[in-house]
């Protein structure tokens, strides 16, 4: 049976409940390896929280892994792609998709992916306001085609790849450790490698509250 490892790097959002949940309905094997980072968000999800225990089943697997080592950072590094890179090391799946603990996937995702039988599968993504909000679908961050800012950006998010790429997602991850790995990431995956795009948003992301009127700007409602 084919397998998918998601990798998540969490500071205990809410909305880690409901990847979970969404993880645990995509009727493939997935392993699920959760990177808890030291910082914490208050009231939030705990590890080993019961709740996400409670989805677990025959196709839906979660490893819990606490990075207790100090990283340190240069200027502008990112802390959660030092653990994303750890979490690609980890993993011996047939597939690899790094999805963040702000988003959920729709029923179907990871099927439709397997089935594009290319280096990675790109698909759009719904953005919300908050959990209960839905504000429509992304057209900047992941479009997989130039943006009207003039480069191309695929959210690593949206992004399902075959398990050969892991040597090639570690390095650039690390080589590329900022805010501009997604950008930087579309430009490579567009030049040298095989992909398949999906315009239909199998993602949800809550949108970051220093991104929310941003993508207030630069949505398309789908109903």
Known sequence: ??????????????SLLRLSASLSVQGVKTVHIILWDTKRVTGGVTPHDIRLQQNVNDNYSIFHYFVEHEIRLKLNERVDNHLRAI??????????????????????????AFESHGDYSLCQRFIWEDLKTRLGVDTYESIGHTNTFGYKLMDMNTIVFRSDMKGFLVSEILNNNNYTIDRHLAEKLSQGFQGTQFSVPFMNQVSPDFLLEFHKRHITERH
């Not at 049976?1 to 809410?14: A, F, K, L, N, Y």
């Open 1 to 14: 049976m084919t397998t998918i490892t998601v990798v998540t790097s969490t500071i205990g959002r809410e």
């Open 87 to 112: 979490g690609i090391s980890m993993s011996t799946s047939d597939y690899i998709t790094l999805i963040d603990d702000d988003c959920w996937v729709e029923p179907g995702w990871f099927r439709r």
